[in-house]
């Protein structure tokens, strides 16, 4: 398996969902502004995002691909379908408490997450959380499956899937919105609609893949499904793997918290900042933690020291190369950005400026963020989870402090900032921490790389100023499809000068290339 081709694969699929994902973001700002609505929702909708991330594709995905791919690799297909249908059995009954629990305990949530949200707007978040709830259900379960496809190497389902979730949205927004509107109903509760639909839908698509290999998970009894001893040791795994993403999670939780209490749009001027923000983070981390996660597993139970090395030295290179000027782009053409995308509508000059700052704080950290996504598997794969924690909770108390110096003077760009700076410290902390086990050794020529990716990425930001200064972006709201053009001519043009400085300092592309087994 050629894994610069499977992170390609992941990736192309990532930006379609990010597309349609921004899409999604321009429709509902443009329909909804920034307001104490959409503030409501924004909330509401974090509740079950946050644990999704927290169960799903945080703790339970950690603990349970390095178990499975380790379970393959030593004892085959049937032991590890075995491993399936039981971890499938006690998420399922964990679930469905879970949901229960969610809707019951919907006030108090909203209440950890934003209790300064004026009342309508509390009481709005309130019943968009009972109806999203299910959502959480729905995505643990699309984890379980995704899990088990990475390890047989079918990333293209799993990458594929969010582009449901994304698409349900905008009809909830296009067309559910303004029927909800002639009924005398507030428009925004058409989004909780449009969330659980694209969950539903997101897990349905994972049956026919899992068919294929013949993994489709087998309810058994919950008894059973307990004592086995693979399930044992993913719980076991899990309680630090909890501990450990709810670190990042409860810096987005009091982050929310804070932001409710600054004035009315401020928890969606960080949410539209973070959808772009996401972008290179997904496309560049989110890809390669999803194709290196299972590789580095199976190195990790071949005993390959040499191969488990160079897997997280091809990683960081990609990084590198990938992230720092998205970083670079982030800061200085954020305004372009910001004002081509969500400049419609509903979102005001204001909107455009608020959203600018968060963006800017958010490409801070960005090398930081994408770096994590490939720095902590080097951990997880080793069954190494509390190293991890121990780091994330000392950058946990990092950013409140920053957030105490930054908010006062910055406002909700201060939040931003507060987790971009931490997530270079978390990065380095992680990278010193493989480098000092002998996890991570750097292959030759990484001074070489590096002063071909800055000279590169200096070219690019001195293009990307000029063009930033060059148009009123702000302005040119009267003229939308000029307006994309040159955003769209100017990021072309910005990347075939970075590559071309690449390539005419002699980077070539089969220096990538890297066969996993």
């Known amino acids: 398996m050629n894994l610069l081709r499977a992170a390609s694969t992941v990736s192309l699929f990532t930006l379609a969902s990010r597309i349609t994902g921004l899409a999604r973001e321009l429709l509902v700002a443009a329909a909804f502004g920034a307001s104490t609505w959409t503030d409501a929702f924004n909330v509401a909708f974090r509740i079950p995002n946050l644990l999704r991330r927290l169960f799903a594709e945080g703790a339970f995905s950690q603990a349970f691909v390095p178990i499975l791919a380790e379970t393959r690799a030593q004892r085959g297909d049937e032991a590890t379908?075995?491993?399936?249908?039981?971890?499938?059995?006690?998420?399922?009954w964990v679930l469905l408490a879970l949901c229960v629990a969610g809707v019951?305990?919907?006030?108090?949530?909203?209440?950890a997450m934003a209790a300064g949200l004026p009342r309508p707007g509390f009481d709005a978040a309130v019943s968009m959380t009972r109806w999203m709830f299910p959502y959480i259900g729905f995505m643990s379960l699309v984890a379980l499956a995704a899990g088990v496809l990475n390890t047989w190497k079918r990333f293209a389902v799993p990458a594929a899937t969010p582009v449901l979730l994304n698409l349900a949205m905008i009809l909830a927004a296009g067309v559910l919105a303004p029927r909800f509107a002639a009924w005398g109903i507030e428009p925004?509760?058409?989004?909780?609609?449009?969330v659980v639909a694209g969950g539903l839908l997101q897990l349905a698509l994972q049956v026919p893949a899992l068919l294929r290999i013949g993994m489709l998970p087998r309810l058994r009894g919950l008894r059973a499904a307990w004592h086995h001893p693979g399930v044992r040791r993913v719980v076991r795994q899990m309680g630090p793997a909890v501990l450990g993403v709810s670190v990042a999670q409860l810096s987005l939780l009091i982050n929310t918290q804070i932001a409710s209490h600054l004035p009315a749009g401020s928890v969606?001027?960080?949410?539209?900042?973070?959808r772009l923000m996401e972008f290179p983070t997904a496309l560049l981390g989110v890809a390669l933690g999803v194709v290196l996660l299972p590789q580095l597993a199976s190195a990790q139970a071949r005993k390959d020291d040499e191969g488990y090395s160079g897997l997280l030295d091809w990683g960081l290179r990609l990084v590198v190369l990938l992230a720092l000027p998205s970083a670079v782009a982030l800061l200085v053409f954020a305004e372009p950005l910001v004002a081509s995308l969500y400049h419609y509508g509903a979102f005001a000059d204001h909107d455009v400026r608020q959203t600018v700052w968060a963006l800017m704080g958010y490409g801070v950290g960005l090398l930081g963020l994408v770096g994590v996504k490939v720095l902590a598997p080097g951990f997880y794969a080793r069954q190494d989870?509390?190293?991890?924690?121990?780091?994330?909770?000392?950058v946990l108390g990092?950013?409140?402090?920053m957030n105490a110096a930054?908010?006062?003077?910055?406002?909700?760009?201060?939040l931003a900032l507060s987790i971009g700076v931490a997530a270079v410290v978390n990065a380095s902390w992680l990278l010193h921490g493989l480098r000092r086990r002998g996890a991570w050794r750097p292959a030759p020529g990484w001074g070489v790389f590096l002063a071909r990716v800055v000279l590169a990425t200096a070219l690019l930001a001195a293009l990307l100023v000029y063009a930033a200064q060059a148009l009123d972006w702000t302005a040119l709201r009267?003229?939308?499809?000029?307006?994309?053009?040159w955003l769209g001519a100017t990021l072309v043009a910005a990347a075939v000068l970075y590559f071309g400085a690449l390539w005419a300092t002699g980077l070539r592309p089969r220096e990538f290339l890297r066969r996993g087994h």
Do not use: E
């Not at 019951?104 to 949530?109: D, E, G, K, R, W």
């Open 398 to 401: 990092l950013t409140q402090a």
């Open 188 to 194: 925004i509760y058409a989004m909780s609609a449009g």
């Open 104 to 111: 019951v305990a919907a006030p108090l949530l909203v209440y």
């Open 268 to 274: 969606s001027w960080l949410t539209y900042a973070d």
């Open 81 to 92: 379908r075995d491993l399936v249908d039981a971890v499938a059995t006690l998420l399922f």
């Open 385 to 394: 989870i509390r190293t991890p924690v121990k780091i994330g909770i000392v």
């Open 406 to 414: 930054f908010v006062p003077f910055i406002g909700h760009a201060g």
């Open 478 to 485: 009267a003229s939308p499809w000029a307006r994309l053009g």
